[in-house]
């Protein structure tokens, strides 16, 4: 992923449309570079998922260009390349598998990440009705060792329509429900990506196939 990093490692450095446009021909490069890494991946994962269907890179990739409507950042481009890999591709609802390459901080990730009130109260209802079974997932030992709970958006109460004294209450009070797995620069450079990416997503298959379970049967 030579190509990719380096390209995102001078775009942190010049996020302008001058510099983008003098140099679209290494951000191809490092478009179609991301690309064949996702269509790798994706292949992988039919060998474990198939309910992610005929989805390619192209489904499945984020633009680079940001939305800057509504925020006091002005920059024009990410400063990242990412893909999230669902039977919906990038869109819809379903939980799925995330690639995040970045010069300083590439990772994988998964699960459902800030989803509309009517998705998230499906996959609280899940858990609720089945809490046991999702303490099994997330507690199991080396599901722990390569990932950990994203936890930086928390209710403080205990959601609504959901009894306060239920004993595992702190599992409902997630905006997302999403799982982390940091990967080295060294490491998102080296051979091998497609097939590590490949057998962390094979981890989380149980957790996001948990949560989509929610989401199809409705609690």
């Not at 797995?181 to 091998?192: A, K, N, V, Y």
């Amino acid at each position: 992923m030579n190509k990719t990093i380096e390209f995102l490692r001078l775009l942190k450095e010049n996020n302008n449309r001058e510099w983008f446009e003098a140099n679209r021909k290494m951000y191809e490069g490092a478009q179609k570079e991301f690309g064949i890494l996702v269509d790798g991946v994706i292949a992988g994962i039919r060998t474990f998922d198939a309910e992610i269907g005929k989805v390619t890179a192209k489904d499945c990739v984020f633009r680079i260009f940001r939305d800057v409507r509504f925020s006091k950042d002005k920059s024009p481009y990410k400063t990242n390349m990412g893909a999230f890999i669902s039977k919906s591709g990038r869109k819809g609802m379903y939980a799925g598998y995330y690639i995040h390459a970045d010069a300083e901080s590439p990772m994988a990730a998964g699960g459902i990440y800030m989803p509309p009130a009517d998705v998230l109260k499906k996959v609280r209802q899940e858990i609720y009705f089945h809490a046991d079974e999702f303490k099994g997932i997330i507690h199991d030992t080396k599901f722990r060792e390569m990932f950990r709970l994203m936890e930086d958006d928390k209710l403080s109460r205990p959601p609504k329509d959901f009894p306060a004294d239920f004993g595992d209450i702190g599992l409902l009070k997630y905006k997302s429900y999403a799982v982390i797995h940091d990967i080295s620069i060294q490491q998102f450079m080296g051979e091998g990506l497609a097939e590590h990416l490949t057998s962390v997503f094979k981890a989380m298959y149980v957790f996001n196939r948990f949560l989509n379970r929610g989401l199809e049967m409705g609690g």
